[in-house]
């Protein structure tokens, strides 16, 4: 059986609250998921859209751990 870590991490986007800033309502907007800011920002979503919002994040100039 999977390690809950596997699923976790393509299902969400761990970043600094501040690397998000001015990001957060074109990601809500563009994609389906949902953006947590309790500490560390996350975006949880589905594998898909959590690929789509990594490549756009990338295409921006973020960079994703």
Do not use: H, W, Y
Request: glycine fraction near 6%; hydrophobic fraction near 40%; charge should be negative.
């Amino acid at each position: 059986m999977s390690a809950p870590s596997t699923f976790r991490d393509s299902t969400q986007i761990v970043l600094p609250v501040e690397t998000l800033e001015g990001f957060c309502a074109e990601i809500e907007s563009k994609f389906t998921v949902t953006i947590v800011d309790d500490g560390p920002c996350r975006i949880v979503g589905s594998p898909v859209e959590i690929k789509k919002a990594s490549d756009f994040l990338a295409r921006n100039g973020v960079t994703i751990p």
